[in-house]
Every structure is written in C-alpha cells, then in structure tokens.
C-alpha cells in the first residue's frame, strides 16, 4: 500500500515552459487535492476533485489546469511557467471531504527560473 | 480566505511542553485538524477537533472552543524530534463550499537539549 504517490521531487523549469505533476493514490479516495506552500505560509488550495470526472478551483488556481480520468490519479499541469509558480506542491488525498484527514504525498519542489 | 492564525515560532527545552495557539474566525466552523509537518517532508495527521474539549493521543492534547475561535496543541514531555512545524487547519462550510480546508501559516517548534 503505497498511500499518495507524487513524481517528480524536485524540477527547474525556464519561464514559458509547461509541466505536468504526477499523482496517484491507491486508497480508493473519492477526493484529492492539489496545494502549494510557500515559505512561512500555509497551504494553499489549487485545484481539488470529489470524484473520476469532476474537478473544481480552488484558492489559487490561475496558471494550472487539472484533469480526473480515474480515480486513482490526479495530475496537475503547469502551462506556462512564471516564477511566481515556484513553490512546493503537495497533493493529499481523503475518503471524503468532512471529518476525515488528509494523507499527503512528499511534495514536488519547483523552480521557476 | 478566512483567517487562521498561530505563532510563528516557539523554543522549548527537551522534556518540556509548549502549548500552540490556533485562533480563527468562527463562522461556518466545521472541524480543526492539527498537522506536523518536518522540515522537506509532507504534512501528517496528529489530530481532529470538532466538539468543544479535549482530546487526547499520547503526548499531544488538542483542545478546541468553538465559541471562542481557539484551539491548542500541546506537546508534552518534549523530544528533540518533535522539532517540526504544527499547522492548524480548519474546515470551513459556506454556502457554495462543501468545506475545504484553510490552513495556518504553520508554527515553526524548535527543541533544545
């Protein structure tokens, strides 16, 4: 059992480029969601999906599209790349949305140059 | 957003304990979780508040106010690997929210021999 798994760890990107994080969980989660954390602040709320088909923005979600084939995974794409996209992303995964914690992946640290 | 806040920092001493603050507005509250998270790692799950009281799991206590918007973690018997960040987070319901989480900025617990 696996849990979130993310790919890549760590990316540099040149301004303009575009990228795809990876992510899958093997949980049979209903919802996953995508964060990203910057320095001395919290986690912030990009995209999220409730379900294989159904996604929805979230805090921040200018700069990046999202798709739910299935419900395994969720991948996030980057079009093109700014420096203000650099930051850690993190995706987690629940069963449902309510009462129930988060199980996060390790995190993909991006640079924007 | 709603606002979510906690300090930035706390030293402590090995075997100490350190209390976390969390404060936040109380509108729409449905539910606190307190995260640790350390340092180039990913958030994980320490506990989950929803009624008023305490709520107890080893050396970490949440407690939560709903009327007042407060909750803290406390840390008991303090160990040096108990040196991580602490996020508060806190669901929210609204209207057109089914309650996603809003995160604090994180406190920074730093443990000394």
């Known amino acids: 059992n696996a849990g979130v798994t993310q790919t890549p760890k760590f990316r540099i990107l040149k301004i303009g480029q575009s990228m795809t994080l990876q992510c899958a969980q093997d949980?049979?989660?209903?919802?996953m969601y995508w964060y990203r954390q910057d320095p001395g602040m919290g986690l912030k709320l990009i995209y999220y999906?409730?379900?294989?088909?159904?996604?929805d923005k979230g805090e921040v979600p200018n700069g990046y599209n999202v798709s739910r084939s299935t419900t395994e995974d969720f991948p996030l794409r980057l079009e093109l790349a700014a420096p203000s996209q650099t930051s850690v992303y993190f995706c987690a995964s629940s069963y449902r949305a309510t009462n129930e914690k988060l199980f996060f992946g390790s995190g993909t640290q991006l640079s924007v140059l | 957003g709603q606002n979510i806040d906690q300090p930035t920092e706390m030293t402590a001493t090995e075997g100490a304990i350190v209390q976390i603050n969390c404060t936040y507005q109380t509108s729409g509250f449905n539910g606190l979780f307190w995260y640790q998270q350390h340092a180039g790692e990913a958030p994980t799950f320490l506990s989950y508040?929803?009624?008023?009281g305490l709520e107890e799991k080893g050396r970490f206590s949440s407690f939560l106010s709903r009327s007042k918007g407060y909750s803290y973690l406390l840390l008991k018997e303090l160990q040096m690997k108990d040196s991580a960040s602490y996020l508060c987070a806190v669901r929210f319901m609204t209207t057109d929210s089914w309650g996603k989480l809003q995160f604090g900025a994180g406190t920074q617990v730093v443990v000394t021999p």
């Open positions: 949980m049979n989660h209903n919802y």
């Open positions: 999906s409730v379900g294989a088909g159904i996604t």
């Open positions: 508040n929803v009624l008023d």
